[in-house]
């Protein structure tokens, strides 16, 4: 199959390596640089976890732990470090039965993870730069961490040109379109086509699927960037990844990183934003972020700004992805809606995309479907539905023999 991609954040380039290590002919079109800068994939950091994923436990935590598996083959081959396993502390105010924290912790824990529950004077004593209160646990994942996001980018995208696929960066797609057997890509005015094009636009996806742009909604995400005088004490182990109360007070940050600096962001989301926006950070998330490294993270109040930033969540209304054919398409796919936690699955969502540009049965890709979500019609996809499990879809050509991998 001749398939393009259009965008090569995590969930395109993803696409691309799984795509061409199957035999396909892939063209991956990005309107930048690859890593693009502006895309929400393209960051110092981005957090792996298996918690608080109790709407789906099984899917998320299967997915992840495959990702993990699978950015650790990668860091091999590409010779770089992607995965850090800093472990992670949620620091929550209420930890109840059917509390969701809760619920995640007592998922992971039957599932034989090494999950612990801390009191608040556990807390303290292991992780001393954090300020918690009494009636305050901690629910610590040593499993957990995060990767080195611009990076991993970086690597998967020289794997699947090691693989086939032919990268056109600062190439801008003005427009797709499926016709009769075939779907097109323009690209400065010319159309180019394929036989299936799979959009994995990000904050752009609108703009190329109108039909979709209705349902996402874009937020604005900043995050702010501290450079510590003594950098020791927020190395991993001693300090790891953490998140404070994740559905109410939403902040959350990452120990050192290669950068030296040490990473505050707030995952509640933002105001609805343009694609286009500027994404310098703004002095009122500045001053909240001080703010809130005042009260939680005493010992770096006195460490020095180096950057704002923004980032942007294109999200679902559910914050599932959306893996499927385009509503009424045969042959234009679409990957994306990462709604704020997209980039830890990378190294497993692969198999998910192109399973569905296929026509493949995958259960573990069955939840991010269109179906009727959003109220819409019918899916998409050949023979009436890309998500069907007995759809035929394309049919993949055969596999790589172990001597042309």
């Not at 091999?76 to 809760?102: I, N, W, Y």
Request: with cysteine; glycine share 12%.
């Amino acid at each position: 199959m001749r398939l393009a991609i259009v965008g090569a954040g995590v969930f395109g380039i993803a696409a691309a390596v799984e795509a061409a290590t199957r035999g396909h002919q892939v063209t991956v079109y990005e309107q930048g640089d690859i890593p693009n800068p502006r895309a929400s994939s393209t960051d110092v950091s981005k957090a792996i976890r298996r918690t608080w994923y109790v709407g789906d436990n099984d899917t998320y935590v299967e997915l992840a732990e495959r990702s993990a598996l699978q950015w650790e083959a990668w860091e091999k081959r590409g010779g770089r470090p992607l995965l850090h396993r800093a472990g992670a502390l949620f620091v929550v105010s209420d930890f109840e039965p059917g509390d969701p924290m809760h619920e995640s912790y007592r998922f992971l824990r039957a599932r034989g993870a090494a999950v612990e529950m801390l009191q608040a004077a556990e807390v303290r004593q292991r992780f001393p730069m954090f300020t918690v209160a009494d009636d305050q646990v901690g629910v610590y994942e040593p499993w957990a961490g995060y990767l080195e996001s611009g990076v991993a980018v970086a690597t998967m995208a020289g794997i699947a040109a090691a693989e086939g696929a032919v990268l056109r960066d600062n190439t801008a797609v003005d427009r797709v379109a499926e016709e009769a057997g075939a779907a097109t890509v323009d690209v400065a005015g010319r159309a180019e086509g394929y036989d299936a094009v799979l959009v994995c636009g990000g904050a752009w996806m609108g703009r190329l699927l109108p039909e979709l742009a209705g349902e996402m909604r874009v937020t604005r995400q900043e995050m702010l960037l501290l450079r510590p005088d003594q950098t020791e004490p927020y190395r991993y182990p001693a300090m790891p990844v953490w998140a404070l109360d994740p559905d109410s007070e939403g902040w959350y940050g990452f120990p050192l990183l290669a950068e030296g600096v040490v990473k505050v962001a707030l995952d509640l989301a933002g105001e609805l934003a343009d694609a286009d926006i500027d994404r310098r950070g703004t002095t009122e998330f500045r001053e909240r972020a001080l703010r809130l490294v005042a009260d939680f993270m005493p010992t770096l109040a006195d460490a020095t700004v180096t950057e704002g930033r923004t980032c942007l969540y294109t999200s679902s209304p559910d914050d599932d992805f959306v893996i499927d054919a385009a509503p009424g398409c045969h042959r234009l796919f679409v990957a994306g809606a990462g709604s704020g936690h997209g980039f830890k699955f990378g190294g497993s969502l692969g198999p998910l995309v192109i399973d569905a540009v296929e026509g493949r049965p995958n259960p573990l890709g069955e939840r991010f479907r269109i179906g009727d979500r959003f109220g819409g019609g019918e899916r998409g996809g050949p023979e009436g539905s890309a998500s069907s499990a007995h759809g035929r879809g394309f049919a993949a050509p055969p596999q790589k023999g172990e001597d042309e991998q």
